[in-house]
């Protein structure tokens, strides 16, 4: 039985089964419960309102409208403390920059390895923010944000 407190999580994701993959991963662990899951931004936002979750995590291309950054801001506005974590296919510096701009503490890609989100959320639960680029994955390029990031 897990005690209180672990952080309470909303997945927002297109993907069905990314959803539920992460669900079952993230609720196999002591730090985090997912306490719901949805596919859209609109009932994202309502869930968030309804749950008070502690963090979101969520795709950054969402369909039926407002994409994960835009929904970023929009719960940043609402909800100034609640953690908002970006899981995303695009390894792309633009949509990160985005995702650091609208206030995400981190940004994924779907490709990592599980550990490497449990890091990321550990760190962004810890006021730590973590934009890694694979493309940026090499000893010569220098920070991103405030990282080391070198340029070949």
């Known amino acids: 039985m897990h ?14 089964l990314v959803r539920q993959g992460l669900e079952r991963l993230l609720n196999g662990g002591d730090k985090f419960v997912v306490c719901e899951e949805t ?8 869930l968030v309102r309804e749950l008070r979750p502690d963090g979101v995590i969520m795709d950054v291309c969402l369909h ?15 909800f100034p403390a609640i953690m908002v974590l970006i899981l ?7 949509y990160m920059r985005r995702a650091w701009q609208a206030g995400a503490m981190g940004y994924v890609i779907k490709s990592a390895p599980f550990e490497t ?9 810890n006021g730590k923010r973590s934009f890694k680029c694979a493309m940026y994955d090499n000893p010569t390029l220098s920070t991103y ?7 070949s």
């Open 117 to 125: 989100l449990q890091v990321a959320l550990c760190d962004a639960f």
């Open 64 to 78: 039926y409208g407002t994409d994960g950054i835009d929904l970023t801001i929009k719960l940043l506005e609402e």
């Open 39 to 46: 596919g859209d931004a609109a009932s994202g936002l309502e």
């Open 145 to 151: 944000h405030g990282r080391r990031r070198r340029f």
């Open 88 to 94: 995303s296919v695009h390894d792309d510096p633009r």
């Open 3 to 16: 005690g209180d407190n672990r952080k309470r999580l909303i997945l927002i994701d297109d993907h069905t």
